[in-house]
């Protein structure tokens, strides 16, 4: 996982967020994928540093989640 500040060697970028996302201010994050990598930022700090993932980290990641290893 890389961090990276907004606009900082990053091609324009199509962003995401969930429809199940609303605009009361929750804990939201967007995300957007290349050809390698998946970026995340959060939705209310869009000018913010983003966390940009491999697309093997994302998979796992999205795998554990999937798996409920997290935790409540």
């Not at 390698?36 to 940009?52: C, I, P, W, Y």
Request: proline fraction near 1%; glycine fraction near 8%.
């Amino acid at each position: 996982m890389n961090h990276k500040q907004a606009g900082s060697d990053t091609p324009e970028l199509s962003w995401f967020k969930s429809s199940y996302s609303d605009n009361e201010g929750g804990m939201c994050v967007e995300v957007a994928a290349t050809a390698d990598t998946v970026h995340v930022r959060d939705s209310k700090n869009r000018h913010g540093e983003q966390l940009a993932f491999s697309i093997r980290q994302w998979d796992a990641f999205i795998g554990r989640l999937t798996a409920e290893e997290f935790g409540a």
